[in-house]
């Protein structure tokens, strides 16, 4: 049980594009939904954390214009990384959570911008 | 400002021995505390978790030791297999809010064979 699944896994393209990430509750109702970025070799940084149906809720740093959040179902969020550029290359990775129990992660997205 | 800190970014261990996991955290409100490992290209996946009530859990071969006073966790693995190398994240969080994890930058585990 508590399967969460992140797609695509991979993503490269081009500047300027805007790129999309989908995080899914398998089998459960994800009451809660969080966005992380990781950088090589260092901790799961959190950007933002969403609840089905009001607007994410950002860490200090992270900008909410470039990094679009919706959780429009309780089984779903996606975040949007708006007009990608080289420096936002990263490992992104969801959870979701359900009530009080602990976080279940995705397996990750890649992206490259070229 | 690195809130919770793991000092090891790896550790050998000879299997069948005990692998221990160490991590400290320096906000004194956090109530609630988990270790999750995290394979290559996967996401990290739950072990164990622990409350500020208690100083000890343990899960089969996984305990989780809790010092509140030194502001300390460790993961104990006993017996140690193969199958544990992986990277090793501890986090914590308070029980109220948004219920957000603070993480460790991870400890990488390697069970010899």
């Known amino acids: 049980g508590a399967v969460v699944s992140q797609h695509p896994s991979r993503v490269i393209c081009k500047s300027g594009t805007s790129v999309k990430i989908e995080c899914r509750s398998l089998d459960f109702q994800a009451t809660t939904m969080f966005w992380y970025r990781q950088f090589p070799k260092q901790s799961l940084m959190l950007m933002a954390t969403s609840n089905e149906g009001s607007k994410a809720t950002y860490e200090q740093g992270v900008e909410k214009d470039k990094f679009l959040i919706n959780h429009a179902s309780l089984t779903l969020s996606t975040l949007t990384v708006t007009s990608a550029h080289p420096e936002d290359s990263s490992f992104y990775i969801c959870s979701a959570r359900e009530g009080k129990q602990p976080q279940h992660f995705g397996d990750g997205t890649r992206l490259s911008i070229l | 400002d690195q809130q919770v800190k793991q000092n090891s970014p790896s550790l050998s261990v000879q299997e069948g021995r005990i692998s221990i996991l160490n991590c400290d955290y320096t906000n004194s409100m956090f109530d609630y505390f988990l270790w999750y490992k995290k394979y290559p290209a996967e996401g990290p996946t739950f072990l164990i978790s622990?409350?500020?009530?208690?100083d000890k859990n343990e899960d089969g071969r996984f305990t989780v030791f809790l010092n509140k006073s030194a502001k300390h966790l460790s993961l104990h693995i006993v017996p140690s297999q193969p199958g544990d190398s992986a990277v090793y994240f501890c986090a914590a969080s308070l029980t109220s809010g948004t219920y957000k994890y603070i993480f460790g930058t991870g400890t990488r585990l390697k069970v010899l064979a």
């Open positions: 622990i409350s500020s009530i208690k």
